[in-house]
């Protein structure tokens, strides 16, 4: 039943997301921001997450609730490390990293809980490397 109900459904969801846009309204104004674009190199952006990465650990290792500041700019950083690819498992390790330090900021700020904060930055790491692993050459 749920499967016939599912093929029905498909043709109206594809084609509902390929309805053309009425011309002029792509055009950028102030009530209608054009799309968010990067404007520093990626490899700067990755300076950057290198900074606040040491920051962040530097903080924690002194247990500074302010690392917490460090884990905002990293979620920032990964926010707009994300728009500079369109590819699928680019844009999931960058929102996880994103994700993954904006949880973390909470959890130094709010919950003071430096081991919680050991696993999270833990799994921003994971994140740096299987981004490379992929796509830093
Ligand atoms: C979603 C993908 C992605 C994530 C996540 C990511 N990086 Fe990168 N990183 C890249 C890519 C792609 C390059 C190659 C940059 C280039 O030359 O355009 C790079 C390059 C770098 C470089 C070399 C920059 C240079 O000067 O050439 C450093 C340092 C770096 N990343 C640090 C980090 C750290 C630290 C993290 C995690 C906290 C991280 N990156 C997370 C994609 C990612």
């Known amino acids: 039943m749920c499967l ?5 459904l498909a043709p109206v969801v594809i084609l509902g997301g ?14 209608n921001p054009p799309a968010f674009r990067p404007i520093s190199p990626r490899a700067t952006l990755m300076e950057w997450h290198s900074q606040a990465f040491d920051e962040l650990n ?16 990293l979620a920032e950083l990964a ?12 844009r999931a390790w960058a929102g996880e990293m994103r994700d993954a330090a904006a949880e973390l900021a909470n959890t130094i700020r709010k919950k003071r809980d430096f081991n919680r904060a050991g696993e999270l930055v833990k799994r921003i790491k994971d994140t740096c490397k299987q981004c490379h692993d992929m796509y830093k050459f």
């Open 4 to 8: 016939i109900f599912g093929a029905a």
């Open 18 to 31: 390929f309805q053309p846009r009425a011309a002029g309204q792509d055009a950028a104004s102030p009530g």
């Open 58 to 73: 530097a903080g924690i290792a002194r247990k500074n609730v302010d690392a917490a500041d460090s884990a905002w700019l």
């Open 79 to 90: 926010n707009v490390n994300y728009f500079h690819s369109e590819k699928i498992d680019y």
